[in-house]
Structure formats: structure tokens, C-alpha cells
């Protein structure tokens, strides 16, 4: 892809090598200024959604999880199985029913149009997330709970002082796969934004692509290889912490 990302629409058909014979850049600020709309509006969009996605989905997961791994309620293990459950459901499944959900509440179309995308983080529905982070709450002895209980932590104390610092690692792991997923995104994203400035960058690549099926692929491919980008830093960045997630136990000392 990064090969012919530099490569001339001809070339791209006819030359299979890696490399290419005529060494064409234009093809980044050609895709980069295709529409009428520039492609950095497409990655700020894509940028907002993944963020918010990522501090919905580790907020609203690690409260729940923290309930379903410390906490004492009735049917807990019910809720917590019925959970589990919603792991079975295929995404492609949902989305009719959650469409409907929303358009009945106003929200698709309207004027902040990333509400339907970003509402199921605020609500703990990633299930895959909730189950990781209880399961690593479950390797933290419940010792330390009993001991900040006698220093005369409250529940909240207790999660605040105790908890969070150790549920570090989980939270990094749920961040990065919740950012590289959401960035990554394509087929809610198609169903929920219609106008334009409102894409994200995999809805935008399907615009080189007209209803002839012509294609500039040349922009297609440049623009392919900037969407990977922000993928790659946010994964070096945290990566360090996402070993530790997996070699370590969530004690240290």
C-alpha cells in the first residue's frame, strides 16, 4: 500500500512490484484536498469520536466491572452472566434495533450527529471490556479492600485509592483496542453519519470510489496510509503499559 501510494494510476495497474519506476507524491495533497471538504476534517472527526469513545468505554466499563468484582447485590451473578451473554450477539445484528432506538429519540440526524456513536460507550454495552477488566479486578487480593475498610475508606475510597491505581494496565489495554476499533470503524459510522463534514476517515476512502466505479486510487492509497498513522502512535505510545497489563499481576513491591 505504501508503494502504491506513490505510484502513478497506470502504474498502479501495470506494475506489480513494490517499488515504484515514477516516484508520484502528488497523490498525498491530491487526496488530501479531493473534496470539497479537506481530508484533515475527515481525521479530526475520526479523532473526537475515537477519543470520546476511548474515556466513555474506560470510565463506564471500569464502574461496572468494579460492581460485577467487588461488590455484593442481589443477582449479581445473573447480570453478570446476561452480560456475557450479549457477547454472542454479532455487532451487525444490533444495529437495526439500536437505529430504530435512536431515530425514536431524536438522535439520528441530529445536530451533533455522533451522538448514536458514542452513547453505547457511556453505557458499559462493550462486554468484552467489562468482562477484562472484572477478571483482572478478580487477581487483586480482596486484603487490600479489607484494609483500607479499617484505615476507614468508604466504598468510593476504596475504589478511588485502591482499585483504580491498580486496574491501571486493564485500563490501558480497554483504551487501545477501544481507539484502534472505534478509528477503524466503518459500518456504524456509514449508517449513522450522511452529510459530508460530518465522515470520518474509513467512510471518506469510499468517496475515491464514484458510482461509476472509477477510482483514484492513487489518493485512495496515500490517504490509506495517513489513516494508519494515528493507529500506530496511539499503540507505541501505550504499548509499554499494555506489556505490563500482561506480564504483570496489577501488584508491584
Known amino acids: 500500500m505504501l508503494g502504491a501510494s506513490v505510484k502513478s494510476q497506470e502504474e498502479i495497474v501495470n506494475n506489480i512490484g513494490l517499488l515504484p519506476e515514477r516516484f508520484t507524491p502528488a497523490n498525498y495533497s491530491d487526496g488530501w484536498a479531493n473534496f470539497d471538504v479537506g481530508f484533515g476534517r475527515f481525521f479530526l472527526n475520526s479523532a473526537l469520536i475515537s477519543l470520546l469513545a476511548v474515556l466513555g468505554n474506560a470510565v463506564s466499563c471500569l464502574l461496572a466491572a468494579y460492581a460485577f468484582a467487588r461488590l455484593r447485590f442481589r443477582l449479581r451473578r445473573v447480570w453478570f452472566a446476561i452480560m456475557i451473554g450479549t457477547l454472542l450477539l454479532p455487532g451487525h445484528v444490533l444495529i437495526v434495533p439500536q437505529y430504530i432506538l435512536f431515530r425514536s429519540l431524536g438522535l439520528v440526524g441530529a445536530q451533533w450527529p455522533y451522538l448514536p456513536l458514542l452513547i453505547p460507550h457511556l453505557l458499559a454495552t462493550d462486554a468484552f471490556f467489562v468482562f477484562l477488566i472484572v477478571q483482572f479486578m478478580r487477581g487483586i487480593p480482596n486484603e487490600l479492600d479489607e484494609a ?8 468510593y ?3 478511588r485509592h485502591v482499585i483504580l491505581p491498580l486496574s491501571r494496565p486493564a485500563l490501558v489495554t480497554t483504551a487501545i483496542f477501544t481507539f484502534i476499533w472505534t478509528w477503524n470503524d466503518f459500518f456504524r459510522q456509514l449508517v449513522y453519519l450522511s452529510q459530508l463534514p460530518d465522515y470520518t476517515v474509513p467512510v471518506a476512502l469510499t468517496l475515491f470510489i464514484d458510482s461509476t466505479s472509477q477510482s483514484e486510487v492513487g489518493p485512495m492509497f496515500a490517504m490509506s496510509v495517513l489513516s494508519l498513522l494515528p493507529v500506530f502512535l496511539f499503540f507505541v505510545a501505550f504499548q ?3 506489556v505490563e497489563g500482561i506480564n504483570t499481576s496489577g501488584l508491584k513491591g
Open 148 to 155: 483500607a475498610k479499617i484505615d476507614g475508606a468508604s466504598e
Open 157 to 159: 475510597g476504596i475504589f
Open 240 to 242: 509499554r503499559m499494555l
